[in-house]
Every structure is written in C-alpha cells, then in structure tokens.
C-alpha cells in the first residue's frame, strides 16, 4: 500500500489523467509529449513517487534525443499509474534493488568515462574506509550517505542512470540511520551491495542482468575501462606534492618509445648500410691503385698522363670519402647505442611507474572482510602471503572489486559463528588467506579460508531442483564440475536470501569481472575444513625477454623464463607433441627440435612435472619486448598472454607456458 498522502495521491492522479492525451494523441507531437513529460516527472517527484519520477525523466531524455517510441511508452506508464495509484498501490511496481525494466546502459565519450570513472573509484574508495570504520555507525554512515550522494550527482551529470538509480536506493536507505543500530543494519546492507556499485561501473549490463535475476549464460563483450585514479606505493592517493599521471598516458608514452625504438632500428640498418658502402669504395681505390701500378709511369707511346692523373685523383678522392664514411657510421653507431640504452631505461622506468605492491590492495581486502565478519558476529583473523608482489595499478585496481566480493562471500558463507566453531573442535577465530604468486606471465591471487566449505550434494540437490542441469548429468558430474555452478547467474544452495548471501550475485560478478581481464576463477572445497577461490589473471603489459620459435609457418614468441633448453630431435622422446598442434589442435609432421618448458608447481593440483616438451621447426634470438594486452576474444582463441608489435608493423603472439602446458600433456599422452 502507499504510504504518501491521500490528498497528494488524489491530485497526482489527477495530473496524470490532464497530460495523458497529449501522450496518447495521433500522430505523437514531440513538444507536446515532452512538457507532458517534463510536468508529470515533476509532479510525481513531489507528490513522493520518486521511482515513477525516475521513469519520466528517463523517457523524457529518449524522447530529446529522438526515440519516439518513448511517447507510446510513456501513455502506457501514465495508465498503469493511474490504476495503481487509484487502487491504493505505489505508481511503478518494481522495487528497489530490481531495476525497472526500462534502465539500460550507456556508452560514455572516453574522455568523460575517464573523468567520471576516476570520480567513481574515489567515492568507492571512500564509501570502503567508512565500511571498515570502527568508531560510530552514525557517523560511519553519514560519511557514506555523502559519497553515495556525490557518486549520484556525478551518475547524474553524465548520464549514467543505473548507477544514479543504485546510488539513490542505497542512499535511502541511509537515511534513516539516525541510530547506532539503524547505522549499522544501513551500513551492512551499503557493504552486500558494494560489489555492485564496482560492476555498475565496470560492466552495467551485467550487473543489471544480475540484479534482474536472468539466467544469462553468456558473457557481454567488456567495454573500454576507464582510466584509474593513480595510487602510491603504499595504495594512498596520491598527495600534493605528487603528479598525478594516469595510466593511459604512460601507455602513449611507452607506445612512442617503441616508434622510437623501431626508428633507431632503421638507423642502426642505415649505420651498416653506409660502413658497406664505405668498404665497398675502399675496395675500388684499391682497385684503381692496383690498375695504375699495372699501368705503370707515363710514357709517350703509352697511356696519356693526363689520363693516369684523373684516375689517381679518383683514387685519392675514394679513399678519403670511405674514411669520411667509416667516420660518420662509427659516430652514427655510437649515437644508436646511446639511444638505444635511453629507450631501454625509459621503457623500465615507465614500466616500474605502473607497477605497485599488492599490500594496498590486500589491505583495503581484509579490512572489508573484517567489517563484515563485526557486522555478522564472526571473529576472523586475515593472512597474507606474497603482498611485496609487485602488479600493474591498472590490474589491481581492477582486481580489488572480485577480491572483495569473494572475500565477504567467505565470510557470509564459510566462517561459522565462533561457537559453531568450538563445537566443532575449531578454532573460535576463523582465518582467511590472501595469497599472490607471479607464475611466469601470469598472475595468481587466493583467497581461501577454513569455514564450512561447500556441501558438493547440496549443490547437486539444488542444481536439479533448480532446473541447472538434469538429474542423471549431476550425479555423474565430478565435484569441480558442480562447484562451477556456483558461478550461474541467482544460483545459490541457500533457499531463502538475505541481501547477498543466498541471491547468487557474488561468484558470478566476480567471475565476469575476472573473464573481462583474459583471466579465470578456480573453485576448490574441504566440507567442513574450507572453501579457496583461485583468480589468475595474464599480467597485461611490461617489457619481458622472449625468444623467438617457429612453428608449422608461424613465428611465435616464448617467455625466456619459462625455455630450459633446446634439444635435438634425436634426443628427444620419440612422442612429441608438436607446438602447432597444441595451439590450434591441427595435425603437425614430426618437429626438427624439441623445446623444454619449465611449467612451476601448481597449488591447486599439487606439484606437476618440473617440465614439458613440444616440438619447433627453428629457434630464433632472444629479444627484450613490450608485450602488449590482448582483447578478450583473441585470448579466448588459445593458450596466449599477449603481443608483440614488431618493427615492420605485424603483430606476434607470445604463448602462455602456463596455458600450453596441460595440452602439450594431453597430446603426448594421447600420441603415446
């Protein structure tokens, strides 16, 4: 029922039904419907129907920018209104958090999307620190209803309306916390749905799929992401007597360095050009000088002198031109090392700019598992391990968003109340781990803890009641099999929901957060001893050192770190999987070479083989590279981290050992 004025609710209804013939007239006159609009979105405003306000407006911004279906639509909003209004009931029947069905994305000008996601990641930053606030609620959510305010009016300014509409729902619910409960029950519902303020700025339709409840398989190609607010060593905002330099213009910088690197090539291939060309000329003096001897002294009856004197001017003049040559190649040569070492030591120091230790990032993590852990009555303890790590900004800052998402899950699902715990014969204290580790051109991040783990038959009893999958695939599934269905979309082995826990938008959005970087999420369960999340993730630029091999035609690049050694074929294992076959699954002939790759220990399956082998056709030099981020869809495509812009402009790719490793197996296995 509503809760607004009687006498409001009578004259709004009254408003309505004055404008509703201009929205319904035939033909449909733009300014007409659009004052129509522009009234009744003022009028609902005021009459305390804020959501049906909310409708207007955004119709009333279609209808500016020419979509005049917004008019019939619009005369069908005012109707339904009327009945629902007359009938006692709210103007929009959804309610928050649901989207209306009309809310949909918008794609920003990259310069306003750079702005505004900066202004966006400052808030949530903020909105984080008023999370894991010890002090007064009240004041804790005050200082979070501001942001939420500002990140309203910034959503607002640009255009952004689910984010706007989000913000707007959580701020209401702000509102009322004038009490220290009050504040806490508002501030523990702002931390289980901080995830999705992070994904309504990196991937909208997805979070508003998730919000709406759909069963979406499928994964939204990713838009641009913008450009992060920069961060200190220490993950600090950056203070006044820092620049702030954004990411994007460190990348056109080192782009430039490379057109400066490939420039130098041409002038060192210049450089032995004219050192050719100088030899080339001392061997005609030499030449000439051999012919005059040959000659020998003017004579009358022989050659003129006049003759024999040109060709020793000619001579001479040779002579001094190939060392005048030889002089400026060894000067030019000098200057291209010069270069050279300066383009090298411009690539490292830009590189190291984007580079910082994962300490931040693990902090801002364990500080909202933390808070979440006081708000649900939990005692935790937060490890870490690997936090002097040093990663892209960029990447962490994309990564904070799943890691926290994960990280409250543990808490929500997997940390049993202390007195659970000590019935169990558990420590009270629950521990939660946040582990990094560089292996070779990837990046892995755990997030583990010793709670309750996930019941894999409770997952396949709700994966069947659920309509997920059919009876007899689940009881043949393996458990990783069922663990991945905690990725679905709403899929949860709760029956009821509670805010977060049990509506299933935690894996999912961090998932597809993590698959928007090239990179994949890894479940693992103990029942009763813990639940771990693997995220691992393709570091997406730096200058790395690879060598160059070819394969079946194609000319690929391997990380230097991950190449042992090459081997002949005739000391090679008779099955050999050949690396064009493990890339593309295609037939290959036998190999001339045979290449180790040293593959590291894996965590999650233990320690593998120190190492695997394929087969190449050459192995070329070893060279210092800018590897480049590739696209989502091309990563998809085989076992890759990224690119490499050669200097005839042709692009290579550099192959993930990590990726490769498990096919190079499974084709030795199979050719065995």
Same mark, same amino acid.
């Given at each position: 029922?509503?809760?607004?004025?009687?006498?409001?609710?009578?004259?709004?209804?009254?408003?309505?039904?004055?404008?509703?013939?201009?929205?319904?007239?035939?033909?449909?006159?733009? #300014?007409?419907?659009?004052?129509?609009?522009?009234?009744?979105?003022?009028?609902? @405003?005021?009459? &305390?129907?804020?959501?049906?306000?909310?409708?207007?407006?955004?119709? +009333?911004?279609?209808?500016?920018?020419?979509?005049?279906?917004?008019?019939?639509?619009?005369?069908?909003?005012?109707?339904? $209104?009327?009945?629902?209004?007359?009938?006692?009931?709210?103007?929009?029947?959804?309610?928050?958090?649901?989207?209306?069905?009309?809310?949909?994305?918008?794609?920003?000008?990259?310069?306003?999307?750079?702005?505004?996601?900066?202004?966006?990641?400052?808030?949530?930053?903020?909105?984080?620190?008023?999370?894991?606030?010890?002090?007064?609620?009240?004041?804790?959510?005050?200082?979070?209803?501001?942001?939420?305010?500002?990140?309203? &009016?910034?959503?607002?300014?640009?255009?952004?309306?689910?984010?706007?509409?989000?913000?707007?729902?959580?701020?209401?619910?702000?509102?009322?916390?004038?009490?220290?409960?009050?504040?806490?029950?508002?501030?523990?519902?702002?931390?289980?749905?901080?995830? !999705?303020?992070?994904?309504?700025?990196?991937?909208?339709?997805?979070?508003?799929?998730?919000?709406?409840?759909?069963?979406?398989?499928?994964?939204?190609?990713?838009?641009?992401?913008?450009?992060?607010?920069?961060?200190?060593?220490?993950?600090?905002?950056?203070?006044? =007597?820092?620049?702030?330099?954004?990411?994007?213009?460190?990348?056109?910088?080192?782009?430039?360095?490379?057109?400066?690197?490939?420039?130098?090539?041409?002038?060192?291939?210049?450089?032995?050009?004219?050192?050719?060309?100088?030899?080339?000329?001392?061997?005609?003096?030499?030449?000439?000088?051999?012919?005059?001897?040959?000659?020998?002294?003017?004579?009358?009856?022989? $050659?003129?002198?006049?003759?024999?004197?040109?060709?020793?001017?000619? =001579?001479?003049?040779?002579?001094?031109?190939?060392?005048?040559?030889?002089?400026?190649?060894?000067?030019?040569?000098?200057?291209?090392?010069?270069?050279?070492?300066?383009?090298?030591?411009?690539?490292?120091?830009?590189?190291?700019?984007?580079?910082?230790?994962?300490?931040?990032?693990?902090?801002?993590?364990?500080?909202?598992?933390?808070? +979440?852990?006081?708000?649900?009555?939990?005692?935790?303890?937060?490890?870490?391990?690997?936090?002097?790590?040093?990663?892209?900004?960029?990447?962490?800052?994309?990564?904070?968003?799943?890691?926290?998402?994960?990280?409250?899950?543990?808490?929500?699902?997997?940390?049993?109340?202390? =007195?659970?715990?000590?019935?169990?014969?558990?420590?009270?204290?629950?521990?939660?781990?946040?582990?990094?580790?560089?292996?070779?051109?990837?990046?892995?991040?755990?997030?583990?803890?010793?709670?309750?783990?996930?019941?894999?038959?409770?997952?396949?009893?709700?994966?069947?009641?659920?309509?997920?999958?059919?009876?007899? !695939?689940?009881?043949?599934?393996?458990?990783?099999?069922?663990?991945?269905?905690?990725?679905?979309? @709403?899929?949860?082995?709760?029956?009821?929901?509670?805010?977060?826990?049990?509506?299933?938008?935690?894996?999912?959005?961090?998932?597809?957060?993590?698959?928007?970087? @090239?990179?994949?999420?890894?479940?693992?369960?103990?029942?009763?001893?813990?639940?771990?999340?693997?995220? #691992?993730?393709?570091?997406?630029?730096?200058?790395?050192?690879?060598?160059?091999?070819?394969?079946? &035609?194609?000319?690929?690049?391997?990380?230097?770190?991950?190449?042992?050694?090459?081997?002949?074929?005739?000391?090679?294992? +008779?099955?050999?999987?050949?690396?064009?076959?493990?890339? #593309?699954?295609?037939?290959?002939?036998?190999?001339?070479?045979?290449?180790?790759?040293?593959?590291?220990?894996?965590?999650?399956?233990?320690?593998?083989?120190?190492?695997?082998?394929?087969?190449?056709?050459?192995?070329? =030099?070893?060279?210092?590279?800018?590897?480049?981020?590739?696209?989502?869809?091309?990563?998809?495509?085989?076992?890759?981290?990224?690119?490499?812009?050669?200097?005839?402009?042709?692009?290579?790719?550099?192959?993930?050992?990590?990726?490769?490793?498990?096919?190079?197996?499974?084709?030795?296995?199979?050719?065995?």
């Amino acid at each position: 029922m509503s809760a607004a004025d009687p006498e409001l609710v009578r004259l709004l209804i009254l408003e309505l039904s004055r404008h509703l013939p201009a929205l319904e007239a035939t033909p449909p006159v733009a #300014e007409a419907s659009g004052r129509a609009l522009h009234a009744l979105k003022g009028s609902a @405003g005021l009459a &305390g129907e804020l959501e049906l306000s909310a409708v207007l407006q955004r119709l +009333e911004r279609r209808l500016r920018e020419g979509d005049t279906s917004a008019v019939r639509e619009a005369a069908s909003v005012v109707h339904t $209104a009327i009945a629902r209004l007359s009938s006692g009931q709210r103007a929009i029947g959804s309610s928050w958090p649901e989207p209306p069905p009309d809310l949909a994305a918008v794609t920003l000008d990259a310069p306003v999307r750079a702005q505004y996601a900066a202004e966006i990641n400052d808030r949530l930053a903020q909105i984080d620190e008023a999370l894991a606030s010890t002090g007064d609620p009240v004041d804790a959510a005050a200082h979070a209803y501001r942001h939420l305010h500002t990140m309203k &009016g910034a959503a607002s300014a640009v255009g952004d309306e689910p984010m706007g509409w989000f913000c707007h729902g959580l701020e209401e619910r702000l509102k009322v916390a004038t009490t220290r409960d009050a504040a806490a029950a508002a501030l523990a519902e702002v931390g289980r749905w901080r995830a !999705i303020l992070g994904a309504l700025l990196d991937d909208p339709e997805g979070a508003l799929r998730a919000l709406g409840g759909q069963r979406a398989r499928g994964i939204a190609p990713p838009n641009p992401r913008p450009t992060q607010r920069p961060l200190d060593d220490e993950g600090r905002a950056a203070d006044d =007597a820092t620049i702030r330099v954004s990411t994007t213009s460190v990348d056109r910088l080192l782009d430039r360095l490379v057109a400066i690197g490939l420039a130098r090539e041409r002038i060192a291939a210049s450089v032995d050009a004219s050192r050719g060309h100088g030899a080339r000329m001392r061997r005609l003096r030499a030449d000439l000088s051999e012919a005059l001897r040959l000659i020998g002294p003017p004579r009358p009856w022989g $050659a003129p002198a006049a003759a024999l004197a040109r060709v020793s001017r000619a =001579a001479q003049e040779l002579g001094a031109l190939s060392d005048h040559l030889e002089q400026a190649a060894g000067d030019m040569r000098g200057g291209d090392h010069l270069l050279r070492d300066g383009v090298g030591d411009a690539k490292r120091e830009l590189t190291a700019m984007r580079q910082t230790p994962l300490r931040s990032m693990f902090q801002r993590v364990a500080a909202a598992a933390m808070a +979440e852990a006081r708000r649900s009555d939990r005692e935790i303890e937060v490890r870490t391990l690997g936090a002097d790590e040093t990663i892209d900004r960029r990447l962490a800052e994309l990564l904070v968003e799943p890691c926290l998402q994960i990280a409250r899950n543990a808490v929500a699902h997997g940390i049993e109340p202390p =007195a659970v715990r000590a019935s169990l014969g558990k420590p009270r204290t629950g521990t939660i781990v946040l582990a990094a580790r560089r292996i070779g051109p990837r990046f892995r991040l755990t997030i583990a803890d010793d709670g309750a783990g996930v019941d894999v038959a409770a997952v396949r009893r709700r994966a069947v009641d659920a309509g997920a999958v059919a009876p007899a !695939i689940a009881e043949a599934a393996d458990d990783d099999t069922l663990l991945a269905l905690l990725f679905l979309p @709403g899929f949860s082995t709760r029956a009821t929901s509670d805010f977060l826990a049990g509506r299933g938008l935690g894996l999912d959005i961090a998932l597809v957060m993590v698959q928007r970087l @090239g990179g994949a999420v890894r479940l693992s369960s103990r029942h009763g001893e813990g639940f771990s999340a693997w995220l #691992e993730v393709p570091i997406e630029t730096g200058l790395a050192c690879v060598v160059w091999v070819t394969a079946a &035609g194609s000319e690929y690049a391997l990380p230097v770190a991950h190449t042992r050694r090459v081997i002949a074929r005739r000391d090679a294992p +008779e099955r050999l999987p050949h690396l064009a076959a493990c890339i #593309e699954a295609r037939a290959s002939a036998d190999a001339p070479l045979c290449l180790e790759l040293q593959v590291e220990p894996d965590d999650v399956d233990g320690a593998r083989a120190a190492s695997v082998r394929v087969g190449v056709d050459a192995v070329g =030099a070893t060279e210092e590279v800018l590897i480049r981020p590739l696209t989502p869809l091309v990563a998809s495509m085989g076992p890759y981290t990224g690119a490499v812009l050669k200097e005839d402009g042709s692009l290579r790719l550099v192959v993930d050992v990590v990726a490769l490793a498990p096919r190079a197996r499974a084709l030795g296995a199979r050719r065995a």
